[in-house]
Protein backbone atom coordinates (compact mmCIF):
# COMPACT_ATOMS: atom_id res chain seq x y z
CA UNK A 1 0.00 0.00 0.00
CA UNK A 2 1.64 3.50 -1.24
CA UNK A 3 1.59 6.22 1.59
CA UNK A 4 -0.06 9.40 0.82
CA UNK A 5 0.97 12.75 0.80
CA UNK A 6 -0.72 15.37 3.13
CA UNK A 7 -0.81 18.98 1.60
CA UNK A 8 0.37 22.04 3.74
CA UNK A 9 -2.00 24.22 2.15
CA UNK A 10 -5.23 22.00 3.91
CA UNK A 11 -7.32 19.49 2.30
CA UNK A 12 -11.04 20.25 1.16
CA UNK A 13 -13.97 18.88 3.50
CA UNK A 14 -15.27 16.33 1.21
CA UNK A 15 -15.24 15.32 -2.33
CA UNK A 16 -18.13 17.90 -3.13
CA UNK A 17 -16.32 20.61 -1.49
CA UNK A 18 -13.96 20.02 -4.07
CA UNK A 19 -16.96 19.69 -6.83
CA UNK A 20 -17.67 23.03 -5.81
CA UNK A 21 -14.80 24.97 -5.32
CA UNK A 22 -13.61 23.42 -9.20
CA UNK A 23 -16.89 24.04 -10.34
CA UNK A 24 -16.34 27.69 -9.46
CA UNK A 25 -13.39 27.48 -11.26
CA UNK A 26 -14.52 26.38 -13.92
CA UNK A 27 -17.82 28.74 -14.43
CA UNK A 28 -16.96 32.19 -14.71
CA UNK A 29 -16.85 34.28 -17.51
CA UNK A 30 -15.48 32.20 -19.85
CA UNK A 31 -19.40 30.46 -19.81
CA UNK A 32 -21.27 33.74 -19.60
CA UNK A 33 -19.22 36.33 -21.82
CA UNK A 34 -16.52 34.50 -23.78
CA UNK A 35 -18.22 31.58 -24.98
CA UNK A 36 -21.25 33.53 -26.79
CA UNK A 37 -19.05 35.80 -28.50
CA UNK A 38 -16.87 33.19 -29.98
CA UNK A 39 -20.01 30.78 -31.19
CA UNK A 40 -21.14 34.37 -32.53
CA UNK A 41 -18.01 35.06 -34.39
CA UNK A 42 -17.52 31.88 -35.74
CA UNK A 43 -20.37 30.87 -37.40
CA UNK A 44 -22.88 29.09 -34.37
CA UNK A 45 -23.42 25.31 -34.78
CA UNK A 46 -20.06 24.15 -36.05
CA UNK A 47 -18.21 25.88 -33.76
CA UNK A 48 -20.49 24.00 -30.55
CA UNK A 49 -20.53 21.64 -32.33
CA UNK A 50 -16.65 21.06 -32.47
CA UNK A 51 -16.78 23.04 -29.01
CA UNK A 52 -18.63 20.10 -27.40
CA UNK A 53 -16.61 17.01 -28.87
CA UNK A 54 -13.34 19.30 -27.42
CA UNK A 55 -14.76 19.05 -23.84
CA UNK A 56 -15.97 15.11 -24.29
CA UNK A 57 -12.54 13.80 -26.05
CA UNK A 58 -10.00 16.24 -24.79
CA UNK A 59 -11.38 18.03 -21.78
CA UNK A 60 -12.71 15.48 -19.44
CA UNK A 61 -9.74 13.40 -19.91
CA UNK A 62 -7.38 16.02 -19.17
CA UNK A 63 -9.00 17.20 -16.29
CA UNK A 64 -8.86 13.59 -14.61
CA UNK A 65 -4.80 13.37 -15.33
CA UNK A 66 -4.71 17.11 -13.79
CA UNK A 67 -6.61 16.10 -10.74
CA UNK A 68 -4.94 12.83 -10.01
CA UNK A 69 -1.27 14.39 -10.75
CA UNK A 70 -2.20 17.04 -8.33
CA UNK A 71 -3.19 14.52 -5.90
CA UNK A 72 -0.66 12.65 -6.07
CA UNK A 73 1.58 15.03 -5.50
CA UNK A 74 -0.33 17.34 -2.96
CA UNK A 75 1.89 20.31 -3.86
CA UNK A 76 1.78 23.42 -5.77
CA UNK A 77 1.98 22.31 -9.61
CA UNK A 78 5.26 23.01 -10.15
CA UNK A 79 6.45 21.49 -6.76
CA UNK A 80 4.19 18.35 -7.73
CA UNK A 81 5.50 17.42 -11.24
CA UNK A 82 9.07 17.94 -9.14
CA UNK A 83 8.46 15.73 -6.55
CA UNK A 84 6.74 12.63 -8.97
CA UNK A 85 9.91 13.11 -11.60
CA UNK A 86 12.01 12.85 -8.20
CA UNK A 87 10.03 9.65 -6.77
CA UNK A 88 9.46 7.70 -10.44
CA UNK A 89 13.40 8.93 -11.85
CA UNK A 90 12.31 11.18 -14.68
CA UNK A 91 13.92 14.29 -15.93
CA UNK A 92 13.43 17.35 -13.53
CA UNK A 93 12.64 19.15 -16.64
CA UNK A 94 8.84 18.14 -16.27
CA UNK A 95 8.03 20.85 -13.58
CA UNK A 96 8.74 22.82 -16.71
CA UNK A 97 4.50 22.71 -16.70
CA UNK A 98 4.21 23.91 -13.69
CA UNK A 99 6.36 27.27 -14.51
CA UNK A 100 4.07 27.64 -17.27
CA UNK A 101 0.96 26.79 -16.21
CA UNK A 102 2.14 30.01 -13.40
CA UNK A 103 2.78 32.38 -16.15
CA UNK A 104 -0.62 31.45 -17.69
CA UNK A 105 -2.28 31.74 -14.79
CA UNK A 106 -1.01 34.98 -14.31
CA UNK A 107 -1.31 36.54 -18.12
CA UNK A 108 -5.06 35.45 -18.36
CA UNK A 109 -6.09 37.08 -14.96
CA UNK A 110 -4.46 40.19 -15.96
CA UNK A 111 -7.10 40.85 -18.47
CA UNK A 112 -9.81 38.39 -16.60
CA UNK A 113 -9.74 41.35 -14.01
CA UNK A 114 -10.55 43.87 -16.45
CA UNK A 115 -13.68 42.08 -17.88
CA UNK A 116 -14.96 41.30 -14.60
CA UNK A 117 -14.64 44.76 -13.61
CA UNK A 118 -17.20 45.77 -16.16
CA UNK A 119 -19.68 43.10 -14.84
CA UNK A 120 -19.23 44.80 -11.51
CA UNK A 121 -19.90 48.35 -13.04
CA UNK A 122 -23.03 46.86 -14.98
CA UNK A 123 -24.20 45.65 -11.37
CA UNK A 124 -24.93 49.47 -10.96
CA UNK A 125 -25.60 50.85 -14.25
CA UNK A 126 -28.83 47.77 -13.95
CA UNK A 127 -29.41 48.18 -10.44
CA UNK A 128 -30.40 51.85 -11.02
CA UNK A 129 -32.39 51.48 -13.99
CA UNK A 130 -30.33 52.78 -17.08
CA UNK A 131 -31.71 50.05 -18.72
CA UNK A 132 -35.61 50.00 -18.66
CA UNK A 133 -37.27 50.25 -22.26
CA UNK A 134 -33.88 50.91 -23.53
CA UNK A 135 -33.14 49.41 -27.46
CA UNK A 136 -29.96 47.78 -29.12
CA UNK A 137 -28.54 51.13 -29.65
CA UNK A 138 -29.29 52.81 -26.98
CA UNK A 139 -27.71 49.52 -24.63
CA UNK A 140 -25.00 49.73 -27.19
CA UNK A 141 -23.79 53.20 -26.87
CA UNK A 142 -23.38 52.69 -23.30
CA UNK A 143 -21.43 50.22 -23.60
CA UNK A 144 -19.13 51.66 -26.09
CA UNK A 145 -19.04 54.99 -23.99
CA UNK A 146 -17.85 52.82 -20.95
CA UNK A 147 -15.22 51.19 -22.58
CA UNK A 148 -13.44 54.20 -24.46
CA UNK A 149 -13.02 55.46 -20.31
CA UNK A 150 -10.06 53.72 -19.04
CA UNK A 151 -9.65 55.75 -15.54
CA UNK A 152 -13.45 53.87 -14.96
CA UNK A 153 -12.29 50.61 -16.07
CA UNK A 154 -8.80 51.11 -14.33
CA UNK A 155 -11.17 51.45 -11.41
CA UNK A 156 -13.21 48.46 -11.30
CA UNK A 157 -10.43 46.42 -12.36
CA UNK A 158 -8.43 47.92 -9.11
CA UNK A 159 -11.63 47.20 -7.35
CA UNK A 160 -12.12 43.06 -8.68
CA UNK A 161 -8.35 42.77 -8.40
CA UNK A 162 -8.67 43.50 -4.50
CA UNK A 163 -11.01 41.62 -3.82
CA UNK A 164 -9.80 38.20 -5.20
CA UNK A 165 -6.60 39.09 -3.60
CA UNK A 166 -8.27 39.48 -0.52
CA UNK A 167 -9.67 35.90 -0.79
CA UNK A 168 -6.58 34.28 -2.02
CA UNK A 169 -4.58 35.69 1.23
CA UNK A 170 -7.05 34.38 3.39
CA UNK A 171 -6.80 30.97 1.96
CA UNK A 172 -9.00 29.41 -0.64
CA UNK A 173 -10.87 27.34 1.18
CA UNK A 174 -12.52 29.31 3.95
CA UNK A 175 -15.75 31.10 2.39
CA UNK A 176 -15.55 29.44 -1.28
CA UNK A 177 -17.46 26.69 -0.57
CA UNK A 178 -20.37 28.07 0.91
CA UNK A 179 -19.85 31.04 -2.02
CA UNK A 180 -20.65 28.49 -4.51
CA UNK A 181 -22.94 26.04 -2.96
CA UNK A 182 -25.19 28.93 -2.88
CA UNK A 183 -24.36 31.53 -5.48
CA UNK A 184 -23.87 29.15 -8.21
CA UNK A 185 -27.26 27.39 -8.43
CA UNK A 186 -28.76 31.31 -8.27
CA UNK A 187 -26.90 32.22 -11.42
CA UNK A 188 -28.09 28.82 -13.07
CA UNK A 189 -32.01 30.29 -12.08
CA UNK A 190 -31.39 33.60 -13.69
CA UNK A 191 -29.68 32.18 -16.69
CA UNK A 192 -33.27 30.30 -16.87
CA UNK A 193 -35.28 33.11 -16.37
CA UNK A 194 -33.33 34.93 -19.29
CA UNK A 195 -34.18 31.92 -21.52
CA UNK A 196 -37.43 32.34 -20.67
CA UNK A 197 -37.23 35.98 -21.65
CA UNK A 198 -35.71 34.82 -25.20
CA UNK A 199 -38.72 32.36 -25.67
CA UNK A 200 -40.74 35.44 -25.36
CA UNK A 201 -39.25 37.19 -28.41
CA UNK A 202 -40.35 35.89 -30.92
CA UNK A 203 -36.77 34.63 -32.65
CA UNK A 204 -36.15 31.72 -30.60
CA UNK A 205 -36.22 29.19 -32.68
CA UNK A 206 -33.46 31.41 -35.05
CA UNK A 207 -31.29 31.32 -31.66
CA UNK A 208 -31.80 28.20 -31.15
CA UNK A 209 -30.88 27.04 -35.21
CA UNK A 210 -27.71 29.55 -35.11
CA UNK A 211 -26.37 27.88 -31.72
CA UNK A 212 -27.10 24.04 -32.74
CA UNK A 213 -27.61 23.44 -36.71
CA UNK A 214 -23.60 23.16 -37.33
CA UNK A 215 -22.63 24.44 -41.01
CA UNK A 216 -19.77 23.76 -41.59
CA UNK A 217 -18.68 26.23 -44.39
CA UNK A 218 -19.14 28.37 -42.02
CA UNK A 219 -15.95 27.77 -39.26
CA UNK A 220 -12.49 28.06 -40.51
CA UNK A 221 -9.17 26.65 -39.36
CA UNK A 222 -8.96 29.19 -36.59
CA UNK A 223 -12.18 28.41 -35.65
CA UNK A 224 -11.63 25.20 -35.13
CA UNK A 225 -8.67 25.99 -32.83
CA UNK A 226 -10.92 28.85 -31.23
CA UNK A 227 -13.19 25.97 -30.52
CA UNK A 228 -10.58 23.96 -28.87
CA UNK A 229 -9.06 26.73 -26.90
CA UNK A 230 -12.49 27.78 -25.55
CA UNK A 231 -12.77 24.03 -24.10
CA UNK A 232 -9.66 24.14 -22.17
CA UNK A 233 -10.32 27.53 -21.10
CA UNK A 234 -13.57 27.34 -19.70
CA UNK A 235 -12.85 23.86 -18.22
CA UNK A 236 -9.59 25.94 -16.68
CA UNK A 237 -7.33 22.96 -17.48
CA UNK A 238 -3.72 23.47 -19.03
CA UNK A 239 -2.37 25.51 -16.55
CA UNK A 240 -2.28 23.76 -13.30
CA UNK A 241 -5.89 25.43 -11.95
CA UNK A 242 -7.56 22.14 -11.61
CA UNK A 243 -4.44 20.26 -10.74
CA UNK A 244 -4.11 22.51 -7.58
CA UNK A 245 -7.62 21.61 -6.55
CA UNK A 246 -6.80 18.43 -6.65
CA UNK A 247 -3.86 18.49 -4.60
CA UNK A 248 -6.48 19.17 -1.89
CA UNK A 249 -8.63 16.81 -2.93
CA UNK A 250 -9.59 13.94 -0.15
CA UNK A 251 -7.75 10.33 -0.94
CA UNK A 252 -11.38 8.13 -0.99
CA UNK A 253 -12.95 10.87 -3.44
CA UNK A 254 -13.45 9.53 -6.65
CA UNK A 255 -11.68 11.56 -9.48
CA UNK A 256 -13.67 10.12 -12.37
CA UNK A 257 -17.14 10.99 -11.08
CA UNK A 258 -16.23 14.65 -10.00
CA UNK A 259 -14.56 15.26 -13.00
CA UNK A 260 -17.41 14.48 -15.03
CA UNK A 261 -19.95 16.67 -13.17
CA UNK A 262 -17.55 19.29 -13.31
CA UNK A 263 -17.38 19.32 -17.40
CA UNK A 264 -21.64 18.92 -17.26
CA UNK A 265 -22.01 21.80 -14.69
CA UNK A 266 -19.70 24.13 -16.85
CA UNK A 267 -20.70 22.87 -19.99
CA UNK A 268 -24.81 23.40 -19.16
CA UNK A 269 -23.85 26.91 -17.80
CA UNK A 270 -22.23 27.83 -21.31
CA UNK A 271 -25.49 26.46 -23.30
CA UNK A 272 -27.71 28.34 -21.56
CA UNK A 273 -26.03 31.85 -22.14
CA UNK A 274 -26.05 31.28 -25.46
CA UNK A 275 -29.79 30.21 -25.58
CA UNK A 276 -30.65 33.44 -23.61
CA UNK A 277 -28.09 35.76 -25.94
CA UNK A 278 -28.90 34.77 -29.51
CA UNK A 279 -32.60 35.06 -29.48
CA UNK A 280 -32.13 38.76 -28.09
CA UNK A 281 -29.71 39.48 -31.16
CA UNK A 282 -31.97 38.19 -34.01
CA UNK A 283 -35.04 39.90 -32.34
CA UNK A 284 -33.00 43.57 -32.17
CA UNK A 285 -31.31 42.99 -35.27
CA UNK A 286 -27.89 42.56 -33.84
CA UNK A 287 -24.67 41.36 -35.03
CA UNK A 288 -23.61 37.80 -33.45
CA UNK A 289 -20.39 38.76 -34.21
CA UNK A 290 -19.53 41.75 -32.41
CA UNK A 291 -16.85 40.26 -30.08
CA UNK A 292 -16.57 40.83 -26.40
CA UNK A 293 -19.52 43.32 -26.53
CA UNK A 294 -21.65 40.71 -26.92
CA UNK A 295 -22.77 40.16 -23.49
CA UNK A 296 -23.13 43.85 -22.50
CA UNK A 297 -24.90 44.87 -25.24
CA UNK A 298 -27.99 42.04 -25.73
CA UNK A 299 -29.04 40.93 -22.11
CA UNK A 300 -29.07 44.52 -20.83
CA UNK A 301 -32.03 44.96 -23.54
CA UNK A 302 -33.79 41.94 -21.67
CA UNK A 303 -33.97 43.23 -17.97
CA UNK A 304 -34.75 46.52 -19.70
CA UNK A 305 -37.70 45.24 -20.99
CA UNK A 306 -38.78 42.18 -18.54
CA UNK A 307 -41.13 43.12 -15.15
CA UNK A 308 -38.39 43.28 -12.11
CA UNK A 309 -35.74 43.64 -14.92
CA UNK A 310 -33.45 46.66 -12.77
CA UNK A 311 -33.77 43.78 -9.56
CA UNK A 312 -33.08 40.47 -12.19
CA UNK A 313 -30.54 42.93 -13.81
CA UNK A 314 -28.53 44.15 -10.98
CA UNK A 315 -28.60 40.12 -9.11
CA UNK A 316 -27.23 39.34 -12.84
CA UNK A 317 -24.19 40.93 -12.59
CA UNK A 318 -23.27 40.50 -8.89
CA UNK A 319 -23.29 36.68 -10.02
CA UNK A 320 -21.40 37.23 -12.44
CA UNK A 321 -19.16 38.88 -10.58
CA UNK A 322 -18.94 36.15 -8.03
CA UNK A 323 -18.64 33.50 -10.51
CA UNK A 324 -15.74 35.56 -12.08
CA UNK A 325 -14.27 36.31 -8.44
CA UNK A 326 -14.21 31.98 -7.89
CA UNK A 327 -12.42 31.64 -11.27
CA UNK A 328 -9.84 34.42 -10.61
CA UNK A 329 -8.98 32.96 -7.23
CA UNK A 330 -7.74 29.50 -9.01
CA UNK A 331 -6.19 31.62 -11.48
CA UNK A 332 -3.34 32.73 -8.64
CA UNK A 333 -3.53 30.04 -6.40
CA UNK A 334 -0.68 27.97 -8.10
CA UNK A 335 1.86 30.73 -8.21
CA UNK A 336 0.70 31.75 -4.75
CA UNK A 337 1.44 27.93 -3.28
CA UNK A 338 4.73 27.83 -5.34
CA UNK A 339 5.92 31.28 -3.63
CA UNK A 340 4.81 29.96 -0.20
CA UNK A 341 6.18 26.41 -0.85
CA UNK A 342 9.75 27.42 -2.79
CA UNK A 343 10.50 30.77 -1.40
CA UNK A 344 9.08 30.52 1.99
CA UNK A 345 7.27 33.92 1.41
CA UNK A 346 3.97 34.09 3.69
CA UNK A 347 0.95 34.02 2.08
CA UNK A 348 -0.07 37.52 2.05
CA UNK A 349 3.22 38.62 0.75
CA UNK A 350 3.00 36.17 -2.05
CA UNK A 351 -0.70 37.32 -3.14
CA UNK A 352 0.04 41.16 -2.99
CA UNK A 353 3.10 40.44 -5.03
CA UNK A 354 1.11 38.16 -7.59
CA UNK A 355 -1.89 40.65 -7.38
CA UNK A 356 -0.45 43.64 -7.99
CA UNK A 357 1.61 42.49 -11.06
CA UNK A 358 -1.36 41.23 -12.69
CA UNK A 359 -3.10 44.44 -11.82
CA UNK A 360 -0.27 46.44 -13.79
CA UNK A 361 -0.49 44.14 -17.16
CA UNK A 362 -4.24 44.26 -16.72
CA UNK A 363 -3.70 48.08 -17.89
CA UNK A 364 -2.69 47.52 -21.24
CA UNK A 365 -5.64 45.23 -21.64
CA UNK A 366 -7.38 48.58 -20.75
CA UNK A 367 -5.78 50.52 -23.05
CA UNK A 368 -6.22 47.86 -25.97
CA UNK A 369 -9.71 49.35 -25.51
CA UNK A 370 -9.25 52.68 -25.63
CA UNK A 371 -5.83 54.50 -25.52
CA UNK A 372 -4.45 51.95 -27.71
CA UNK A 373 -6.91 50.60 -29.98
CA UNK A 374 -4.90 51.37 -32.76
CA UNK A 375 -2.03 49.80 -31.93
CA UNK A 376 -2.21 45.95 -33.45
CA UNK A 377 -0.37 43.46 -34.47
CA UNK A 378 -1.63 41.47 -37.52
CA UNK A 379 -5.72 43.31 -36.72
CA UNK A 380 -5.13 41.67 -33.17
CA UNK A 381 -5.02 44.82 -30.13
CA UNK A 382 -2.96 43.90 -26.88
CA UNK A 383 -6.13 42.35 -25.29
CA UNK A 384 -6.16 39.62 -28.26
CA UNK A 385 -2.72 38.96 -28.34
CA UNK A 386 -2.67 37.66 -24.95
CA UNK A 387 -5.68 36.19 -25.05
CA UNK A 388 -4.58 34.45 -28.08
CA UNK A 389 -1.25 33.32 -27.03
CA UNK A 390 -3.16 32.12 -23.31
CA UNK A 391 -6.28 30.06 -24.65
CA UNK A 392 -5.16 29.17 -28.22
CA UNK A 393 -1.55 28.20 -27.67
CA UNK A 394 -0.33 27.80 -24.24
CA UNK A 395 -3.33 25.96 -22.34
CA UNK A 396 -3.65 23.39 -24.90
CA UNK A 397 0.37 23.44 -24.87
CA UNK A 398 0.21 22.78 -21.19
CA UNK A 399 -2.37 20.14 -21.76
CA UNK A 400 -0.92 17.87 -23.94
CA UNK A 401 1.86 18.09 -21.76
CA UNK A 402 0.08 16.89 -18.82
CA UNK A 403 -1.68 14.22 -20.83
CA UNK A 404 1.88 13.17 -22.09
CA UNK A 405 3.04 13.17 -18.11
CA UNK A 406 -0.13 11.04 -16.71
CA UNK A 407 0.35 8.53 -19.38
CA UNK A 408 3.42 8.16 -20.98
CA UNK A 409 5.86 9.30 -18.30
CA UNK A 410 3.77 8.32 -14.93
CA UNK A 411 3.90 4.83 -13.76
CA UNK A 412 0.94 3.30 -14.40
CA UNK A 413 0.67 2.07 -10.39
CA UNK A 414 0.68 5.28 -9.76
CA UNK A 415 -1.73 6.27 -12.11
CA UNK A 416 -3.96 3.42 -11.30
CA UNK A 417 -3.90 3.76 -7.55
CA UNK A 418 -5.27 7.32 -7.63
CA UNK A 419 -7.60 6.97 -10.56
CA UNK A 420 -8.92 4.03 -8.36
CA UNK A 421 -12.05 3.30 -11.15
CA UNK A 422 -13.51 0.28 -9.59
CA UNK A 423 -13.38 -1.78 -12.19
CA UNK A 424 -10.75 -2.34 -14.90
CA UNK A 425 -12.05 -1.51 -17.83
CA UNK A 426 -12.57 2.42 -16.82
CA UNK A 427 -9.44 3.41 -16.30
CA UNK A 428 -8.04 1.07 -19.82
CA UNK A 429 -10.81 3.55 -21.31
CA UNK A 430 -9.30 6.60 -19.68
CA UNK A 431 -5.58 5.42 -20.20
CA UNK A 432 -6.61 4.48 -24.44
CA UNK A 433 -8.45 7.79 -25.13
CA UNK A 434 -5.42 9.80 -23.23
CA UNK A 435 -2.81 7.71 -24.54
CA UNK A 436 -4.43 7.69 -28.39
CA UNK A 437 -7.79 9.73 -28.83
CA UNK A 438 -6.68 13.17 -27.11
CA UNK A 439 -3.53 13.90 -28.70
CA UNK A 440 -4.77 12.80 -32.12
CA UNK A 441 -7.98 14.88 -31.97
CA UNK A 442 -5.34 18.14 -30.52
CA UNK A 443 -2.90 17.02 -33.59
CA UNK A 444 -6.32 17.23 -35.90
CA UNK A 445 -7.15 20.49 -35.08
CA UNK A 446 -3.52 21.89 -35.85
CA UNK A 447 -3.38 20.08 -38.64
CA UNK A 448 -6.36 21.98 -39.74
CA UNK A 449 -4.91 25.29 -38.60
CA UNK A 450 -2.02 24.59 -40.67
CA UNK A 451 -3.79 23.99 -43.72
CA UNK A 452 -3.05 20.56 -44.18
CA UNK A 453 -6.63 19.19 -43.91
CA UNK A 454 -9.88 20.32 -44.93
CA UNK A 455 -10.27 24.19 -45.91
N1 LIG B 1 -12.64 28.68 -16.51
C1 LIG B 1 -12.69 30.06 -16.20
C2 LIG B 1 -13.88 30.68 -16.93
O1 LIG B 1 -14.49 30.06 -17.73
C3 LIG B 1 -11.40 30.78 -16.53
C4 LIG B 1 -10.17 30.06 -16.07
C5 LIG B 1 -9.25 29.60 -16.99
C6 LIG B 1 -9.97 29.81 -14.71
C7 LIG B 1 -8.13 28.88 -16.60
C8 LIG B 1 -8.83 29.11 -14.29
C9 LIG B 1 -7.94 28.64 -15.25
O2 LIG B 1 -14.19 31.81 -16.75
Not at 399 to 418: D, H, N, P, Q, Y
Not at 421 to 431: D, K, L, T
Amino acid sequence: MATHRESMHGQWSSRWAFILAATGSAVGLGNIWKFPYMAGENGGGAFVLVYLLCVALIGIPIMMAEVLIGRHGRRSPTNTLMEICKEQHHSQWWQLIGWSGMLVGFLILSYYSVIAGWTLAYVFRAGSGTFTALGGDAVGKIFSDFISDPERLLAWHTIFMGLTMVVVARGVKSGLETAVTYLMPALFVLLLILVGYAMNTGYFTEGLSFLFKPDFSKISANGVLAAMGQAFFSLSIGMGAIMIYGSYLPQDASITRSSIIIALADTLVAILAGVAIFPIVFANGLDPAQSVGLVFNTLPIAFGNMPGGAFFGMLFFILLAFAAWTSAISLIEPMVTWLVESLGMNRVTAVVWTGACAWLLGIGTIFSFNLWSDYTINKMSFFDVLDYLTSNVLLPLGGILITIFAVWIMSEKSTREELSISHEQGYSIWRFVLRYITPVAMFFVLLKVAGIIGS
